[in-house]
């Protein structure tokens, strides 16, 4: 099992986590960058407080399900996993190279503690549902199962489908999470295909939903809480996050999500060498909290 922190300790493994994430980007050449970097608190929390898991028993039976339905963020996820034990860190600089357990998106054959394949977006939601009704069936109501899922890939019908399933069979083992980082790689949320009255939509397709700051520790272990307390319909928790936190540059750019390889000049790319020194300078000290030299 994977010991507890404080929430000081939480939220100064996120920069870590932030720093690996840059330095894996730079390293690959390609992937995306802001939304891996607005979910390292979420993430942080999840795998070293909420999450029921033992990265020595990768398979174990009682363990909680983490999916990741926004598998473009997968950086995110080796680089907490990594730092959970999973795997040795070190692995982490082989992302998206040919051969590599680290591709582009999770692919779960490839490495302990993937629960699934994720690439096409809209189906994380759908995999929660059958494994909620699975673990119905079996009375497995101590576990659960928690879906992370990204803003503009609730543009895909089949999440309203899975949302309408997971509600109608009241699996309250599923603990649905929206990045709520308002953009995509085409433009805002709001500009490509408005998604609000957001919580009023989950609400109709009999939804219970938490909102909360996604980049408060505290408060989203707290809503992970109150969402397994709730028994009688499923939770959705929408975080706010702002794409690309703790990175001055990139925060609220949308060109940061992520462009086409090759196109390596035009903001969004990956950060280059220079780029990402700032980057790092800039994690080193929590955002100027810490002073000194931390190259």
């Known amino acids: 099992m994977v010991k507890k922190m404080s929430i000081k300790e939480l939220e100064k493994k996120a920069y870590d986590v932030r720093i690996d994430i840059i330095k894996m980007l730079e390293h ?128 895909e019908g089949n999440i309203w489908e899975s949302a309408m399933l997971v509600a109608k069979y009241k699996l309250s083992n599923v603990i649905g999470i929206v990045d709520r980082n308002n953009i995509q790689i085409d433009g805002t949320t709001e500009y490509v295909m408005p998604l609000e009255d957001l919580k009023g939509k989950w609400e109709s397709f009999g939804w219970h939903v938490i909102e909360i700051d996604g980049h408060n520790i505290e408060a989203f272990i707290d809503a992970c809480a109150m969402a397994r307390a709730i028994v009688e319909k499923p939770v959705v928790i929408i975080a706010h996050t702002i794409p690309g936190k703790g990175v001055d540059y990139m925060e609220y750019d949308y060109h940061w999500h992520g462009i086409a390889v090759g196109i390596a000049d035009v903001a969004g790319a990956p950060p280059k060498h220079d780029q990402a020194a700032v980057a790092l300078r800039e994690l080193r000290s929590l955002k100027g909290k810490i002073t000194g030299d931390h190259e």
């Not at 029921?52 to 996993?81: Q, T």
């Not at 591709?103 to 994380?124: D, M, V």
């Not at 494994?131 to 879906?147: E, F, T, V």
């Open 28 to 155: 690959a050449g390609n992937g995306h960058s802001a939304g891996p970097l607005d979910l390292a608190d979420m993430m942080t929390a999840l795998y070293f407080d909420v999450l029921k898991h033992d990265p020595k028993k990768p398979d174990w039976d009682e363990r909680d399900l983490f999916i990741m339905s926004n598998g473009h963020c997968a950086p995110v996820l080796y680089a907490v996993m990594a730092h959970a034990g999973y795997f040795d860190k070190k692995e982490l600089m082989t992302l998206r190279r040919f051969g590599s357990r680290l591709q582009g998106h999770p692919e779960r054959t490839s490495l302990p503690g993937l629960e699934t394949t994720s690439g096409p977006l809209g189906e994380g939601l759908g995999q929660a549902a059958g494994m909620a009704l699975a673990m119905k069936m079996d009375q497995q109501s101590h576990r659960w199962i928690y879906c992370m899922m990204g803003d503009g890939e609730l543009n």
